[in-house]
Nanobody, 127 residues
Framework: QVQLVESGGGLVQPGGSLRLSCAAS????????IGWFRQAPGKEREGVSC????????YYADSAKGRFTISRDNAKNTVYLQIHSLKPEDTAVYYC????????????????????WGQGTQVTVSS
């Protein structure tokens, strides 16, 4: 059974850093792209970053460029999202999602094309 589990969220001060993890089970990352999305209260879910399975090509939303880094470890079936210089506006529930790589990477940053979703991990940035 396909399952995605996020971890690594928490309460951090502005300017701090976090590394979020997305552990996949029930499938390997060989043919799936993994995307990170976030949703703040009162806002729509938005794409943050995505990484392909075949060549590791990465994609970033304009708002994420420079402070967010996505990476993957196929041996561990895990994808990471490193966030630096956290800002209060980064506060949100962060989700990882999987989709067939060609479809998902075409649709990103839209949610369309991503078939499987984790339950999310809360990131709160506050002093």
């Amino acid at each position: 059974q396909v399952q995605l589990v996020e971890s690594g969220g928490g309460l951090v001060q502005p300017g701090g850093s976090l590394r979020l993890s997305c552990a996949a089970s029930g499938f390997t990352l060989d043919t799936y792209a993994i995307g990170w999305f976030r949703q703040a209260p009162g806002k729509e879910r938005e794409g943050v970053s995505c990484i392909s399975s075949s060549d590791g090509r990465t994609y970033y939303a304009d708002s994420a460029k420079g402070r967010f880094t996505i990476s993957r470890d196929n041996a561990k079936n895990t994808v990471y999202l490193q966030i630096h210089s956290l800002k209060p506006e980064d506060t949100a529930v962060y989700y990882c999602a999987a989709g067939r790589q060609n479809i998902a990477t075409m649709y990103f940053p839209d949610v369309l094309g991503f078939d499987y979703w984790g339950q999310g991990t809360q990131v709160t940035v506050s002093s």
